[in-house]
Nanobody
Framework: QEQMVQSGGGSVQTGGSLRLSCVAS????????MGWFRQTPGKEREAIAA????????NYSNSMKGRFAISRENANNAIYLQMNNLKPEDTAMYYC????WGGGWCPLTPVEYVNWGQGTQVTVSS
C-alpha cells in the first residue's frame, strides 16, 4: 500500500476557497479511481467526490455537488479538490484515496479504497 502525499488545506473564513492536492505514484495513479473524503471527530468518513484517472469522469456525493470540484492532472499523477464558498460545517480532516479500477463509475464508499493520503485539516471560521 502506498500513502499518497497531500497538500493544501488550512484555515479560511466563511465564504472563502481552498484547493487541496494529492499526488500518487505512477503505479497507483494508472487506471484508478481517486477520491476525496472528509471526517470529523466522532463521525464516519464521508465521501466528497471521486474521479477515474483514465476517463476523467467524476462522481460526486449528492450533498457535495455545487461547491466542490474534483479534477485530475495526468502529467503529475495528481488530483485536486477545489472548494468554494466554504462554511463552518466544512471543517474537517480531508483525505485523498485511490483504488485500482477498471472502468465505470468510481465508488464513493471509503471501504472500497486501498491507498490513502496522510490527511490535511481544513478549518472554516465564521
Amino acid at each position: 500500500q502506498e500513502q499518497m502525499v497531500q497538500s493544501g488545506g488550512g484555515s479560511v473564513q466563511t465564504g472563502g476557497s481552498l484547493r487541496l492536492s494529492c499526488v500518487a505514484s505512477e503505479d497507483t495513479y494508472k487506471s484508478a479511481c481517486m477520491g476525496w473524503f472528509r471526517q470529523t471527530p466522532g463521525k464516519e468518513r464521508e465521501a466528497i467526490a471521486a474521479v477515474h484517472t483514465r476517463s476523467g469522469s467524476p462522481n460526486y456525493s449528492n450533498s457535495m455537488k455545487g461547491r466542490f470540484a474534483i479534477s485530475r492532472e495526468n502529467a503529475n499523477n495528481a488530483i485536486y479538490l477545489q472548494m468554494n464558498n466554504l462554511k463552518p460545517e466544512d471543517t474537517a480532516m480531508y483525505y485523498c484515496a485511490a483504488v485500482r479500477w477498471g472502468g465505470g463509475w468510481c465508488p464513493l464508499t471509503p471501504v472500497e479504497y486501498v491507498n490513502w493520503g496522510q490527511g490535511t485539516q481544513v478549518t472554516v471560521s465564521s
